[in-house]
C-alpha cells in the first residue's frame, strides 16, 4: 500500500486554496481546514499552506494515528477507502463504517463475534477484519467495500437533508467519493 499515492489521490481531488459561503470548515488548502492546520502548528495564511505539511498532516492524521496502516496488510482496498473517509468524515465515523459493516456480515456470529462500534482500530477489529477476509477473500473485501460506501453515501445524504447549505456538496462527495 502507498500511501504517498493515496495522499496525492486526495490533494488533486480536493484541490488548492477554498473559501466556499456554505463550507463549515471555512478557508482549506489541499484539503485541509484552518482549524486543522492550526492545531498541527501552521499559523500563516490558509493561500500560503505547503504541500508538504498538508502531505505530513494526511499521513498522521489519516493513516498512522487511526491504524489504516494495519487494515491495509489484511485489506488494502478497504484500507485506503476509510483513508479517504476519514479525509472528508473524521477517522472515528470512518471507522465506525468498518465495524457496523463486519458486524453486519458476520452472519449473526458464527464468522467472529460482534464488535464493540467505538469507533476505533484495535485488536478486535483487525482480528474480525481478518477472520473476514479469511473465510470470503478478495470476493469479501468488495463487498465490504461496497457495505462501507454504502453507509458512507447514507451519510451523505444525510447530512444534505438535516443542512440544505450541504446541497452544495452532495453531488461531488456522492461522485467523487464513493465508488472511486
Do not use: C
Not at 477472520?131 to 470476493?139: I, N, S
Not at 440544505?164 to 467519493?177: K, M, S, T, V
Amino acid at each position: 500500500m502507498d500511501v504517498a499515492a493515496l495522499i496525492d489521490e486526495v490533494i488533486a481531488r480536493e484541490g488548492g486554496y477554498s473559501n466556499h459561503p456554505a463550507d463549515r470548515g471555512g478557508p482549506t488548502n489541499f484539503g485541509i481546514t484552518q482549524a486543522v492546520a492550526r492545531a498541527n502548528g501552521y499559523a500563516g495564511d490558509m493561500r500560503q499552506l505547503p504541500r508538504r505539511m498538508a502531505e505530513a498532516i494526511y499521513r498522521r492524521l489519516y493513516w498512522e494515528r487511526p491504524g489504516y496502516a494495519f487494515v491495509a496488510q489484511a485489506a488494502p482496498h478497504i484500507a485506503a477507502e476509510l483513508f479517504d473517509s476519514a479525509v472528508n468524515m473524521g477517522p472515528g465515523t470512518a471507522t465506525g463504517f468498518l465495524q457496523r459493516a463486519l458486524n453486519a456480515l458476520n452472519r449473526n456470529q458464527k464468522d467472529y463475534p460482534d464488535l464493540k462500534v467505538d469507533r476505533a482500530i484495535g485488536a478486535k477489529t483487525l482480528a474480525a477484519l481478518r477472520a473476514f477476509m479469511m473465510l470470503r477473500g478478495k470476493a469479501g473485501e468488495k463487498v465490504l467495500l461496497k457495505a462501507i460506501e454504502a453507509l458512507q453515501g447514507e451519510r451523505y445524504v444525510a447530512l444534505a437533508e438535516s443542512r440544505p447549505a450541504n446541497e452544495a456538496f452532495l453531488y461531488g462527495w456522492l461522485a467523487n467519493r464513493i465508488g472511486n
